[in-house]
């Protein structure tokens, strides 16, 4: 809703069949103000352009119809939830139930609230049951579904396998501590990464392409000029948008 006619039509001219990554009906007004300035829903505008290539990622889509989702599930769209967010800007949940009737691929994100992503994890299926009204509209499962479509969507566009330790994918890990108060066995083990390791996510050790970045809770490069950098880098942007 605040990009230009204009602007889109630049957009489509130049970017061939690369994929969009776009905000989508993250608030009511979004649409509202789409329907007002431009007489079309915000998905039925994107599609106007030609812009919802395949593999594209709209972001939200809390406040979209059904007519918008028949039309992502066309055009081989993804949508990426992002529970934390939406909370905290109290802006709703986007209709599972719905998207998923469509077979429309989830992602999970956290649009940059934070960085632990274990966290939008944990809110998506508590937050998701309380808005779909069920304590088996989204499961366990369905949390499972939406992360292994992330190691799809990056394994497809990337050329790279990840997300299963085995031969041909790459060596990206982590080592979580974790003593499981109860038996843990495989018909139980996801309820305790669940319920146990996320609750508490803290890992140890990290692997990035078989080469380790962390051992013991300490990161194998000197942080501190990083960090000096990164709050240079923040203070000058607080201060070119108090500018603005």
């Known amino acids: 809703m605040s990009l230009s006619d204009e602007t889109l039509a630049k957009v489509s001219k130049n970017i061939g069949n690369t994929p969009i990554h776009i905000h989508v009906a993250e608030s009511k007004e979004d649409e509202t103000i789409s329907k007002s300035k431009y007489s079309k829903n915000i998905v039925e505008r994107l599609d106007s352009f030609g812009l919802l290539k395949d593999k594209s990622i709209l972001a ?3 406040h979209i119809d059904e007519e918008e989702v028949k039309l992502i599930s066309k055009r081989g769209c993804y949508i990426a939830m992002n529970p934390t967010s939406n909370m905290n800007n109290a ?18 994100g956290n649009d940059g609230l934070g960085v632990n992503i274990t966290r939008d994890f944990l809110n998506l299926v508590f937050a998701m ?34 997300g299963r330790i085995e031969k041909g994918y790459k060596a990206d890990m982590i080592a979580v501590p974790y003593t499981p108060p109860t038996p843990m066995n495989e018909s139980n083990a996801l309820g305790h990464i669940f319920f146990g390791v996320f609750d508490n996510f803290h890992p140890k050790d ?24 990164a709050s240079k880098s923040a203070q000058g942007l607080w201060n070119r948008v108090n500018k603005s």
């Not at 802006?91 to 999970?108: H, W």
Request: net charge positive; glycine share 6%.
């Open 60 to 62: 939200h889509c809390v």
């Open 206 to 229: 990290t692997w990035c392409s078989g080469k380790c970045l962390m051992r013991d809770y300490k990161v194998s490069i000197d942080d501190k000029d990083i960090y000096f950098e």
């Open 91 to 108: 802006v709703g949940l986007a209709n599972y139930t719905m998207i998923k009737s469509y077979q429309i691929p989830c992602l999970v």
């Open 129 to 162: 049951k309380n808005r779909l009204s069920g304590p088996a509209k989204f499961t366990l499962e369905d949390l499972v579904q939406c992360i292994n479509n992330g190691y799809k969507y990056i394994g497809n566009i990337l050329n790279i396998k990840i």
